[in-house]
């Protein structure tokens, strides 16, 4: 296929919508089922070059959930305590290490990634797609599937769920071009490849940086090469678990990822595994209520009188001191900014969300300050001279 014609472009009013080749051949894309729209399209190879990456930098099954063309999560397969299971809600199924990738990226930031598109850096099998067909989703790209899989997903939403087949061997020009205001735009890719030779400047006091850690960073870089900027990104045991995309200040974006983890880290607490939800209300309306019960909100719909709608029993609340204990408990977080740090602010909100692994280009004139930041709590820093813009 040389073209494919759109229902519309990004907003229904945006007509003549089309993608194709500039040198005729043909797409390298397939549709097994839906139809894919401008958007979807968009997310869909932002996200499949994301997983492609990820598995030729760490060697495992990668996953991503977009939306709006930046990363609601990302993650490779790795194993999953029974805990990440629950508040994944994975845990009564079985999973491949695919699926397990999956849920992860998902599970980052479950709010973001209601009605996303996925990417799978394998072949979508069974689990996988089980596990898709049961979430809220809008499309997948991965380079196969097996029969039982497409058979599984082509039931999804009535028969109307996008189903994207990417030629993997598929590598584009070497020069991209974008149109804006009429006014043509040249540049050559971003083909930089990102793997542990640049951690090796670490200007820190603290210079170990483990295996697992540096893993992460190599995460937490790969998604931001494919994050709206300016953009930063925590990461922990193979899993994104906040992202912070298309802010004018880093530190909001430091902040926004930053809460992102936080609540992924407060899920796990007792009192949240213990909510006595009844069995009637689904998941994504648990997610929502998730995230009123961790904040400060809580104690106000209370007194509404609200609980009744979705517990058996009115829960006693998370208190302020009971978050900051428990918040106090999370360590072993890497950390990866697109560009420099400008000043330690940002430093001084990572380490609150368990920061202890960084890797961020460098060059501000306030490194000075950056470094000594890291110094005060013992964070490993690495330069990486990289920056990591995207638009």
Known sequence: MKEMTLKYGCNPNQGGARIYMNDGSDLPIEVMNGRPGYINLLDAFNSWQLVKELKEATGLPAAASFKHVS??????????????????YVDDLELSPLATAYACARGADRMSSYGDFVALSDECDAQTATLLKREVSDGVIAPAYTDEALRILKEKRKGTYCVLKIDPAY?????????????????????????????????????????????????????LKYTQSNSVCYVK???????????????????????????????????????????????????????????????????????????????????????????????????????????????????????????????????????????????????????????
């Open 71 to 88: 990363p609601a999560g990302a993650a490779v397969a790795t194993d999953m305590s029974d805990t990440l299971k629950k508040i994944y």
């Open 171 to 223: 590598v584009p020009a070497e020069t991209e071009h974008k149109e804006v205001f009429g006014i043509m735009f040249e540049q050559h890719r971003n083909n930089a490849v990102i793997t542990t030779d640049l951690f090796k400047n670490r200007p820190t006091k603290n210079k170990d940086i483990p295996e697992k850690a540096q893993r992460d960073l190599l995460i937490a870089l790969i998604t």
């Open 237 to 391: 045991d193979g899993m994104t678990i906040g992202v912070g995309a298309g802010q004018q200040s880093r530190v909001h974006c430091t902040r926004l990822a930053g809460n992102k983890a936080d609540i992924w880290w407060l899920r796990q607490h007792p009192k949240v595994l213990a909510l006595p939800f009844r069995d009637d209300v689904r998941r994504p309306d648990r997610d929502n209520t998730i995230d009123i019960y961790i904040s400060d909100d809580y104690e106000d719909v209370l007194a509404d009188g609200l609980w009744q709608n979705v517990f058996t029993t009115c829960p006693e609340p998370l208190t302020r001191e009971e978050k900051k204990a428990w918040l106090r408990e999370l360590h072993g977080v890497s950390l990866g900014s697109d560009a420099f740090f400008p000043f330690g602010d940002n430093i001084e909100r990572a380490h609150r969300s368990g920061v202890d692994y960084i890797a961020q280009a460098g060059g501000s004139i306030r490194d000075d300050h950056v470094i000594d930041t890291c110094d005060k709590y013992g964070i490993a820093m690495a330069m990486t001279g990289l920056r990591l813009f995207h638009h």
